[in-house]
């Protein structure tokens, strides 16, 4: 798995496709997630668009796209129940699987022991 | 920026885990591990125990109840001197525009008033109160106590281990009652919609209380954040949010708690400030009025939103003031002010969200049953 400072996490699935959540980390600290608006499947996506708007009981968030790349599948299982992402945040909680257009834009996201070192 | 202020409970805030945010000046609890959604519903289903030592516990007192009543009518528009012994009401302090300075709740205990305030405004309540009141009157603060809210369907057994007496309370009943020989001034009240108690107690004693009320297996520590969702479903004002200094009450949709007799064709009508602003929109209407709505979908709207007549075009007819997802609804819930002509229940209006316009239904409040013992 890798992660972005967004808290996001991104798994290898197959055929370059990746998924695409939010850590266990980040939706503690959000709250019970209520209401989740994913993309269009097929959508083309640059690193750092505001792609997915997450509402926890609390306050509204956006996730950014972690790459460049195609939207290829959502979870709309999500966005019927999102308190799927505080459930099982890293397994029935995600969120896209983004197809990257370049991959070299991973070398700079962390493994997760820098990703634990960093929310410390 | 000035040091945070802590209540007496602090300290078990924390044993229990809370998340702690700053609120009104103090470090207050917003959730504890179980989360605000799950608090919410366990106060709905049993009983949630609330710190509300932040918000102001004052004492008016004069020759007689009926002198402190006369005195407090100066600055609400409430009938306080028709409230009879052992009893508690809802009320404002307005201003000379009619708008609503802060809402409180005042007890008849007897020979004096018991008055609880929001901390917010807590200062300027107690300066408004000596400036107008003293010296014929004292206007006290009591500091030395903590406030505890014991909400929810369990509260009346809970309550009552510790003293019987809390169940012959009537809702808006107060009492003194003694819990584990500690002196408690109890009200049958709240503002969660459901039955329960607000227990001020000595605060060098609130710790034990809030620990011999938590023993009992139906109740919970709840954080501000379920405070807030509760008092939005049960169609209750946040002072500062749903009503603030350029509110009237009229707009505010607050005039029930403007009993006949100050009215403007009442025995003691008006000689509060504003009087004139507030008897000519009762008279003739207010421009716009504070109304439930219910967004569509799932999406929750929030204060600030403007709402539209249509799903295109058109300037603002109204803003939502406050909004969340309701938890016991199971969907987003929002109370907000629309213009006179748009305030029909059954309304059809639109919000603008992230650019787009959603509709949302004007909907009575509560958004959920009130669960209170008349």
């Not at chain 1, 890798?2 to 266990?24: A, M, P």
């Not at chain 2, 020759?63 to 407090?72: H, I, N, P, Q």
């Not at chain 2, 501000?224 to 008092?231: K, P, V």
Request: with cysteine.
């Amino acid at each position: 798995m890798k992660y972005t400072e967004e808290h996001e996490w991104l798994r290898e699935e197959s055929d370059g496709v990746y998924v695409v959540g939010i850590t266990e980390h980040a939706t503690t600290q959000l709250g019970d997630l209520v209401f989740v608006e994913l993309p269009e499947v097929g959508t083309t996506v640059s690193k750092d668009d505001e792609i997915v708007v997450i509402e926890s009981v609390k306050a509204a968030s956006d996730i950014l796209a972690p790459l460049d790349g195609e939207i290829v599948e959502v979870n709309e299982a999500l966005a019927e129940d999102p308190s799927l992402a505080n459930s099982d945040a890293i397994g029935d909680g995600w969120f896209f699987k983004i197809k990257p257009s370049d991959l070299s834009q991973m070398d700079d996201m962390m493994d997760e022991a820098a990703y634990n070192k960093m929310i410390g | 920026m000035a040091e945070l202020l802590k209540t007496p409970l602090y300290d078990l805030h924390l044993e229990a885990g809370a998340k702690m945010v700053p609120f009104a000046g103090y470090e207050m609890p917003v959730q504890y591990p179980m989360g605000v959604m799950k608090e919410h519903l366990h106060t709905r289903a049993k009983a949630g125990l609330f710190d509300v030592s932040h918000m102001g516990q004052v004492i008016v007192q004069g020759d007689s109840y009926e002198a402190a009543a006369r005195g407090l009518e100066r600055l609400i528009p409430a009938d306080v001197l028709g409230l009879e012994d052992g009893r508690q009401r809802y009320g404002f302090f307005t201003n000379d525009a009619g708008g609503i300075e802060d809402d409180l709740m005042f007890a008849n205990r007897g020979d004096h008033l018991y008055v609880v305030v929001n901390a917010a405004c807590k200062g300027a309540d107690i300066a408004r109160m000596k400036t107008a009141l003293e010296p014929d009157l004292t206007v006290a603060e009591i500091t030395d106590r903590a406030l505890l809210a014991l909400q929810g369907p369990s509260a009346e057994a809970v309550l009552a281990a510790l003293d019987p007496r809390a169940a012959d309370m009537a809702f808006m009943d107060v009492a003194t009652l003694d819990l584990n020989g500690v002196e408690a001034w109890v009200s049958r009240s709240g503002y969660t919609g459901e039955d329960g108690y607000e227990i001020s107690v000595p605060a060098v004693h609130a710790s034990s209380i809030a620990k011999a009320l938590l023993e009992h297996d139906d109740v919970e520590l709840i954080g501000l954040g379920a405070r807030d969702s509760l008092r939005l479903e049960s169609g209750l004002c946040l002072y500062g949010n749903d009503i603030d200094a350029k509110t009237t009450p009229v707009e505010a949709a607050l005039t029930w708690a403007i009993q006949k007799v100050r009215r403007a064709d009442g025995a003691r009508a008006g000689g509060f400030p504003g009087a004139d602003v507030i008897f000519d929109q009762m008279a003739n209407g207010a421009a716009r009025k504070r109304v439930g709505l219910r967004p569509e979908g799932r999406a929750p709207m929030r204060e600030g939103v403007q709402l539209f007549a249509d799903a295109a075009g058109g300037d603002s007819i109204g803003i939502i003031t406050s909004g969340s997802f309701g938890p016991t609804v199971g969907g987003p819930v929002a109370m907000g002010y629309v213009t006179a002509d748009h305030a029909t229940t059954g309304t059809t209006v639109y919000g603008e969200l992230r650019g787009k316009r959603q509709p949302l239904t004007l909907t009575k409040m509560p958004f959920t049953p009130a669960n209170v013992k008349r």
